[in-house]
């Protein structure tokens, strides 16, 4: 044997031990792993699938948004703890892809539900939620037609899943609360009696209107996990929903939704898009103002709103002005906006305009 062959099998052996060596310590590590995975799978909440392309990693990062948004080690060991359980109640892999409609469950207890909610956006009161409905019910009886209008900000949450299952055939479901998203869509209820959340809306019995509004700040975003995507779910491809895709005013949502039904109600089946157009041109070209000197044609009071239908849903909001059509993006930091503006051929892209402080639009494009 050769020297340069004595060299090589000294050189493989000590391979050979290395690779023994760590398949030992992985062993053991993954031993020790599933040695700490102390809880088990009695409590959990089940999660259907909705959208395409997702896993079992990204769905945990859903529930779980303080562990998320509080990144300190504590909170990385605890959401690794709870993913590794995950894996455990689920018999599948963190990063398998999952199939559009495969139910998962979830290892979160009501308990820790309550403390997940905690992140949710700080919510006022809504001062004009009362007259709101009020206004939509008298509209509804001037044209005859039966709309169940509600605020549920002021519900438990036993009232207000008992008044989904108000059987009336409605023309129109009116629902007015505090909403969120935090990747996952929600209804917010009275204070302390948490939310409704997209699985809580698969367990509802809906009698299916013409028209579902759902008139809460971030209603329309989300995609397939929007809370407006798991109403129209429970309905047919001839109902229309409106969502909100970024947070509303409820004074200028007042209006709105006067405006809006004054149109509607008299004729139901004319086009919904059409009809919110018109509004829309209506407050643009409005010199009314609003609490704190705000003008109501600034278009973050009336470019909030998104037409759905069962087959499309969306994270961004079309609308034409005049001969201009105006694509407004929500960026991730929900806090800022794209927007793309057309006219005829000629396109000009408005980048980061802050929410919280939209000048009008008008004054913002020029060609």
Sequence with gaps: MTLLDKQAETVESSLDRIVERQSKVGEKDKRDAEDEITENCDEYREHKVRSKDINLDEIMDLYYPCLVWNNTVENKQILYQKKRLAEKCNKIKLLDKLKEGQI?????????????????????????????????????????????AFDLSQMKKDVAFAVFQIKNNPHVWH????????????????????TITIQDVD?????????????????????????????????????????????????????????????FLPNMYDNVSSILREVRLELLKSSETLDGNQKVADPYFWAVYEVFSPKYTL???DLDIGEAMVEFNLNQDKETCNATVQVG??????????????????????F
């Design 175 to 194: 629902i007015v609360t505090h909403g969120y998203c935090s990747g996952l869509g929600y209804l917010t209820l009275k204070k302390d009696n948490g």
């Design 315 to 317: 994270d961004f909001n």
């Design 345 to 366: 051929n000629e396109y000009k892209v408005i980048e980061n305009i802050e929410i919280n402080q939209f000048t009008n639009l008008r004054n913002s494009v020029s």
């Design 203 to 263: 367990e509802f019995n809906l009698d299916v209107p013409r028209l579902i509004w759902l008139h809460t700040c971030e209603s329309g975003i989300g995609g397939r996990d929007s809370i407006m995507a798991a109403f129209l779910e429970k309905m047919t491809e001839n109902t229309i929903g409106i969502g909100s895709l970024w947070n509303i005013n409820d004074q200028s949502a007042l209006k709105v939704a006067e405006m809006f039904y004054d149109k």
């Design 104 to 148: 998962v469950k979830i290892p979160i207890t009501k308990a820790e539900e309550a403390e997940q909610d905690k992140c949710r956006p700080e919510q006022k009161e809504l001062t004009r939620a009362p007259q709101e409905i009020l206004k939509v019910s008298e509209l509804a009886k001037e044209y005859n037609k039966i709309v169940n």
